[in-house]
T-cell receptor
Framework: DTEVTQTPKHLVMGMTNKKSLKCEQH?????MYWYKQKAKKPPELMFV???????INESVPSRFSPECPNSSLLNLHLHALQPEDSALYLC?????????????FGPGTRLTVT | AQTVTQSQPEMSVQEAETVTLSCTYD???????LFWYKQPPSRQMILVIR??????QNATENRFSVNFQKAAKSFSLKISDSQLGDTAMYFC????????????FGKGTKLSVKP
């Protein structure tokens, strides 16, 4: 199984809503990532989890709150978002360490903030 | 800081022909990884090919091959026998050896394969 799954595929939320994005992988990867991708732009790294612990936070606003409940799951909790947060949110996973460190991406959640 | 530059925002190629996408990068590191990722329209990003900087041999994956010139800091992707399914945005990406996980992407090249 070389698949990273993400739910939901699409999400529309108001600025006062609270919602969560979910990511799951069963490849035995111990590193998981959240990226934000605006239209026609490359992905921008938001967070990295290594062995279920947050290892990189790229100065992301606190209205985005990541969570890694176990080695297969990664959540991104959203609260009080702004319209400029509308984007494709990508999850990825990889092995930790040298060697097989390529990241496998999920299909993304397309988020619209109204 | 590391930067990745893709100087061709858009390219097109006829089906069955060969096309080369350019990528240059700037780093003071000696040990790092380079990747080409493909993102088809409305579909997920997939890894095309991977190169480790300490390996002089250019990586190949079926119709995809790279020309890695470490001294020139160049990492171009050659697609042979282009197929309609190769139509996608292609991103070149850099990763430092000791900061694994932090992929630095170029701005991408939109490739259109025409029948």
């Amino acid at each position: 199984d070389t698949e990273v799954t993400q739910t939901p595929k699409h999400l529309v939320m108001g600025m006062t809503n609270k919602k969560s994005l979910k990511c799951e992988q069963h490849m035995g990867h111990r590193a998981m990532y959240w990226y934000k991708q605006k239209a026609k732009k490359p992905p921008e790294l938001m967070f990295v989890y290594s062995y279920e612990k947050l290892s990189i936070n790229e100065s992301v606003p606190s209205r985005f709150s990541p969570e890694c409940p176990n080695s297969s799951l990664l959540n991104l909790h959203l609260h009080a978002l702004q319209p400029e947060d509308s984007a494709l949110y990508l999850c990825a996973s990889s092995h930790v360490g040298t060697g097989n460190n390529e990241q496998y991406f999920g299909p993304g959640t397309r988020l619209t903030v109204t | 800081a590391q930067t990745v530059t893709q100087s061709q925002p858009e390219m097109s190629v006829q089906e069955a022909e060969t096309v080369t996408l350019s990528c240059t990068y700037d780093t003071s590191e000696s040990n790092y990884y380079l990747f080409w990722y493909k993102q088809p329209p409305s579909r997920q990003m997939i890894l095309v090919i991977r190169q480790e900087a300490y390996k002089q041999q250019n990586a190949t994956e079926n119709r995809f091959s790279v020309n890695f010139q470490k001294a020139a800091k160049s990492f171009s992707l050659k697609i042979s026998d282009s197929q309609l399914g190769d139509t996608a945005m292609y991103f070149c990406a850099f990763m430092k050896h000791e900061r694994r996980g932090n992929l630095i992407f170029g701005k991408g090249t939109k490739l259109s394969v025409k029948p």
